[in-house]
């Protein structure tokens, strides 16, 4: 079953504009993590926020995490055609050891030059 | 250092074969996941090893399994496949330094079953 859901499910901006990209989830987390998929390849982690975080940047990304709401947002700032891809928000399974990651369906981002 | 790698990239079955997957992590790493990737269901947890055990278990039928050897790396086993096992598995390692570790991917194996 799926945690997160991301919203939107697609996203088309021009290069150069910003990306907000939201996630929920369900239950308690120890983390929340991004990641990134080009055409069917395997996934690139761009970031994590643990649980007590509220904000955290890495380079042009920007993610927020309000534990209250139980979401996560990923801004992704100055586009580029090479940010195309899906993105998805991951959680860790809860009351689990080990890495178990639980992931939403994704959000699939086209950016035009 | 090198990646994840998993071998073969492409395979196609048809329905009643079984099929086995590998996965070699980042050396260094003791634990490998793996996930099942479908248009349907998306990303899907299957199973974690770590130490050549099996941790976690997802939601899915006995005809997937796997293991782990001494050396970190891992098999996946599905048996008596059917159609609706065609999609993108993807193996992950990491550390194992706890909840907040990062997985890293590997490029998955795309399995057609016909």
């Known amino acids: 079953s799926q945690q997160g859901e991301e919203d939107p499910q697609a996203l088309s901006i021009q290069e150069g504009e910003n990306a907000t990209m939201n996630c929920s989830y369900k239950?308690?987390?120890?983390?929340l993590q991004w990641y990134r998929q080009n055409s069917g390849r395997g996934l690139v982690h761009l970031i994590l926020?643990?649980?007590?975080?509220r904000e955290k940047h890495s380079g042009r990304l920007r993610v927020t995490l309000d534990t209250s709401k139980k979401s996560s947002s990923l801004l992704i700032t100055a586009s580029r055609a090479a940010d195309t891809a899906s993105y998805f928000c991951?959680?860790?399974?809860?009351?689990?050891?080990?890495?178990?990651?639980?992931f939403g369906k994704g959000t699939t981002l086209s950016v035009s030059s | 250092k090198a990646g994840v790698t998993q071998t073969p990239r492409y395979l196609i079955k048809t329905r009643g074969q079984q099929v086995t997957l590998s996965c070699s992590p980042i050396?260094?790493?003791?634990?490998v996941s793996w996930y099942q990737q479908t248009p349907g269901q998306g990303l899907q947890f299957l199973f974690e090893?770590?130490?050549?055990?099996?941790?976690n278990k997802g939601n899915f039928p006995g005809r997937f399994s796997g293991r782990q050897f001494s050396n970190s790396r891992s098999e996946m086993n599905v048996s008596t496949l059917e159609l609706g096992d065609s999609a993108l598995y993807l193996c992950?390692?990491?550390?194992?330094?706890?909840?907040?570790?990062?997985?890293?991917f590997g490029p998955g194996t795309r399995l057609t079953v016909l």
């Open positions: 992950a390692s990491s550390r194992d330094r706890g909840p907040a570790d990062t997985q890293y």
């Open positions: 239950t308690s987390i120890n983390n």
């Open positions: 926020i643990r649980s007590n975080e």
């Open positions: 991951a959680t860790d399974a809860p009351n689990q050891a080990g890495t178990a990651l639980i």
């Open positions: 050396s260094g790493h003791r634990s």
């Open positions: 090893y770590f130490s050549e055990t099996q941790r």
